[in-house]
């Protein structure tokens, strides 16, 4: 999902770089979204790892 939204932050920089404003602003917006979902996906399963490496206990 990360790479998803370095390849929007991009296409938004060569549209800019071009000048097409409408089609930076879109991208730029979905790599924004993409981010910050990434971002608390991650800190989510970080903290069920941390939780749920308590709970391990191994039967033999």
Same mark, same amino acid.
């Given at each position: 999902?990360?790479?998803?939204?370095?390849? @929007? @932050? $991009? $296409? &938004? $920089? +060569?549209? &800019?770089?071009?000048?097409?404003?409408?089609? &930076? &602003?879109?991208?730029? #917006? +979905?790599?924004? $979204?993409?981010? @910050?979902?990434?971002? *608390?996906?991650?800190?989510?399963?970080?903290?069920?790892?941390? *939780?749920?490496?308590?709970? #391990? #206990?191994?039967?033999?």
């Amino acid at each position: 999902m990360l790479g998803w939204a370095l390849g @929007f @932050f $991009i $296409i &938004a $920089i +060569i549209a &800019a770089i071009f000048g097409f404003g409408g089609i &930076a &602003a879109g991208a730029a #917006t +979905i790599a924004k $979204i993409l981010f @910050f979902v990434f971002v *608390v996906l991650f800190l989510l399963s970080l903290v069920v790892g941390v *939780v749920s490496r308590g709970r #391990t #206990t191994v039967n033999l």
